[in-house]
């Protein structure tokens, strides 16, 4: 039955409506930011409430486009604004939210500027929604290329990217891949006469040379946010060097449009035209794969490293996107809620850690044996995130990697040892953390995180094993 | 028989004239803010009669007005009151004399309007020729001692002076080769022999005087130096409210008088279209002067304006025009934004002067963010609706090539619009900004409030825009 509420509407608006409060509230030395924080915080877990409700109204089926809301935008042409959900939806926008909600725990003392990255953050998460909940071509483009600008923002002001010019060439190259998407969805509207549905895009038929060009500009759109090879270094640089916790977080959560691009827009039967696109994307994602996770053995950079596992985890749940059958997206949709709060949470330690380290002038080498209640959470992450039964990721990245063995033996050797790899990468870096090695001096000004710190990142670490027994466990049967 | 009822706006907008030259004569205390009252309901008074008298037509072979001139007007006379509004920041804080711009302006204001009426070349013709006269004396006012600025203004006399004469020959040429200057003797002359090229030629040097004056490429070379010389109040205005008033001229002159042989036009149409969008894209990029990067910005619409014209779409004339309603609305907040980036009473208009402007000034930074995206088309801004349908009507007819010049140009018109936010919000503050005035700040609120309300529900407004275009 529809509810009575416009659900996702509501889930879109709701974030602008936390700026305006944002705007309103007082933040001056006094307050140091924990105004707009708490706003900000409100804001989320409001929102975070609204989407859990709208769970209770939906049948937990991938592609059952539900809560169907529609707007008339446009008389000339005519353009109406549909959104809609189906459950993967749903649970990316949970994990994006509580991802978010560790990111903001992760800026809580950060005074400057506060006031002006929450607004970004909550603009962000506004787009984000909306691009989640778009049904129709239109709607999913706006929020597409409308997200960049609160990104560019964010990087720019407050990343600490010591190099703009390469900011520049990444937000261009973004932008590039979003006119691609704008004309193509412009040449299937002007083609139908009508604004259409992401899920019967593949049955327009257009010219040959039409088809292609349109595929090939959508291909390029998506892939232009995924770092693949060769276009990998400029999202790289941006990625893996943000400084600041939620800005990784929300700099990192942009691939996962590309992937979602992908899972909602490419047909399950290929036109003939496309079949190469395919075969191209597999190679080259399956290099970069590799690639990226030999870059990570040998970097010493724990940022890059997890940016690392992050590239090579979205490129792993892309080529389970591309494989013939449906029945895996599901699985791809938990992987990807616990591989969200993982790397959240792994990224707040870290830049937890590094403080300390500026502080002290410690160095890495051992530095979690004198903050015990740091370590544990962040060995139970770093865990969790190769893949260990700690989280929802274990069982369904067993299912992609069966599916992926069962279509492309090649291929999913060349991602397992990727993941293998990139893996070896984390766990390596928490051995040289944790081993026991005297440091010299410094250890008595270490501190570790505080109680109420840690009951926080338990809280997480809770959430994440609830999800390994139930990825659906918030949802009432 | 004649209907002088007609005449009213513009007899109102004249007598407001007369009154502001009686004031400055025999008015010894006159205030900036004296010529800007007289000024603001001379206005108001000749658009409610145009509003009301929309359907009254003096001659209908020489001057006639309808729902579509009604509404270029209604938009013209618009931005101007707008425009005149902020003026006045200006004047009041230099304490300057506001007599010459206010009155200036006016006095085109009734150009615009008498050539958007016109259908007789010689009326249409003669009143854009008063009106590039009255513009180069507006370009004067409060004109510092700048050597340099001063020669661009001198170098614009002589620049306008030979394509108004363009114009006027061209005119008279057309006149005497159809027997007459209504537009409907044009029009009689061009179907009867579409391929006359004595004709032709005569309607090109109007065209092409109609093209300077819209600053299309490869026309445009005096734009950047003249409005950046000229004060802020001046170049505010020649930069957004004349380009609805000439663009809406050349449609009139292209649709009543040279329809046969427009497709005659359009090869050399879509040069200057594509022109336009690249080299203001590209001269965007290599600006550090604000306001010249604006101007490049100006060029860049005004080509995707002149390609979607040059589609000759069904809808062609309806998209044209509200790509430019709604860039213009950007550029108008553009300027007022200029208004609000001042230190020690100085404008600045260097890019380096802003430089971590966000700081001091977030809500003037935000509204020049706001303003840029929307130029930009960028979503979910109201300049996205504008590139939409600009879009739409380019693929309906099929000018990808247009579109590969557009799309490029969007990408090169953010990377200038990329370094404008890198100054404002990434880089050091290196002064300390002014005051800045709660006028201002209403404007800009009320012009981000359009723009969001156009956003969320345009449909009413391109619904009725599209009815008096008549589609």
Redesign the interface.
Known sequence: MQPIIPYLLFIVLLPLVGIVFLLLAKDDEKTAGENVLKVAALTVIANLALIVRAFMHISLEYGKIQLVEKYQWLENPKIALVFGVDCFALLLMVGIHLAILIGLWGVRNEAEGQKSRMIFTLLFLSFMCGFLTAVDIFSFFIFFEAMLLPLYMMVGMFGEVRRQGTLFRFTLYNLLGALLLFVAIVVIFNHQGTNIFLNKISGVKLGQLSEFMVWCSIFAAFVSRIPIWPFHYWISSISARVKNPLVFIIANILPLTGVYGFMRFWPKTMPDVMIFLVVILEVISVLTMLFIAFIAIINKDIQYKIFSFMTVYYIFYLLGVFLPTDQILLNVGFSIFAFLLIFAALDVMLSFMNRQQENTGISTEGCLQYMPRLSMVFTFMVLAGIGMPLSSMFVNNFVIIAELLNYNLVTSFVALAALILVSTALLSDLYRRKKDDNLANGKEMIKDISTGEAAFMWGVSVILVLSFVNPLWFVRG | MLNFMALIPETLLSATLVLMLLTFWLRDKNTPKTFYTIAKWGVLAALIAEVVLYNQSLLRENYINNSQIMLFKVIVYLLLLGNMHISLKWFLSEDKSSFRFYFTVLLLQLCWVAALSAVNLLVFVAVLMVGLAAAYWLLGTHIQDDEEELNEIRRFRWVALLYGGIGIIGAWWLGALSGGFQFADIRALVTENPQNVEAFAAAAMVMVSLLFMLGVAPFHFWMAGVLSAAILPVSGYLSVVPLFAIYACLINLMTEALEPMFALFIPVLKVFAVISILIGAIGANNENNLRKLFVFSRLFVIGIVLAVLVGLSE?AE?SGFVFLLVSMLAMAGIYTVFYGFKSKGEYLSNMQDVAGI?ESK?YIAAAM?MFM?SLLG???LLG??GM??V??DL??VHQYGI?LAV?LG??MM??AY??V??VM??DEKQRSFDRVDRGIYMILLTDVVIIVALLV???EL??AI?AMLR?
């Open positions: 809808t309806f966000a977030p963010l995206t960028f979503p979910p996205f609706v939409l349908i879009l739409d693929v309906s579109i799309m969007i990408l953010a990377s990329l370094r936010i890198k919000y990434f529900s345009p449909k391109l619904g599209a589609l």
